[in-house]
Each structure stands twice: as C-alpha cells, then as structure tokens.
C-alpha cells in the first residue's frame, strides 16, 4: 500500500513559479514511477510529467521547457518545479505511483498509475 499527500499549491500570479511535493509511504518508493496529472473544472484530468525509478523523464507538450519533475529517494518525495506559470496552467494538479515493469508511452495514461493523492490546488491568475 502506498499513500501519497501532496503539498505546495497555491494562487500566483502568471508567469511565477511554485514547487509541488509529493510525499510517499512505504518502503518500495525507490521501485516505482511517479506521475503528475492535472484536471481542470469542466475537463478530464490530463497527464502533466512522469519519472521512472531510473529517472527517466515524460513531458506534456504544453508544460515542456517550464516543468521539470524530480525525485529524492531518501525523502520518499517526488516534486514538480513549476516556472512561467499560465492562466490555462490552473487546476488541481495530482500525484500518481505507478509499477514499475511500464516503459515509454504507458507513463502519458491515467490507467498506468495504481496510486493517487488527493490533489493540491494551483491557480494561477492573469
């Protein structure tokens, strides 16, 4: 079982940045591939950044060259660096676990992750 609680939302203005967290339970953290996701009111929630147990990393074509995912095995905690931030960048934003036995596209689908946190707020304003 894994659990996972992310932190670090907030309202900033556009063209700012934030750092989300994303803190794990569990001993098998090292193992697994970590994911954001993001869902917006009114839209499916939509992959954003994912990283493999090997730190391999996926972009959304709309966050590449202004996110960048990172993890720290030691802290159990997988984080999402944030900078020029868009208005259309607003949305909860969700971290995910996902085995680690997936390779390549599979990280870009909501159904590779088996682990979900409640999500963290970002709003971004014009």
């Known amino acids: 079982q894994v659990q996972l609680v992310e932190s670090g939302g907030g309202l900033v203005q556009a063209g700012g940045s934030l750092r989300l967290s994303c803190a794990a339970s569990g001993r098998t953290f090292s193992n697994k591939a970590m994911g954001w996701f993001r869902q917006a009111p009114g839209k499916e929630r939509e992959f954003v950044a994912a990283i493999t147990s090997g730190t391999r990393t996926y972009y959304a074509d709309s966050v590449k060259g202004r996110f960048t995912i990172s993890r720290d095995n030691a802290k159990n905690t997988v984080y999402l660096q944030m900078n020029s931030l868009k208005p259309e960048d607003t949305a909860v934003y969700y971290c995910?676990?996902?085995?680690?036995?997936?390779?390549?596209?599979?990280?870009?689908?909501?159904?590779?992750?088996?682990?979900w946190g409640q999500g963290t707020q970002v709003t971004v304003s014009e």
């Open positions: 995910a676990a996902a085995p680690p036995y997936y390779s390549g596209t599979y990280y870009y689908m909501r159904t590779t992750y088996d682990y």
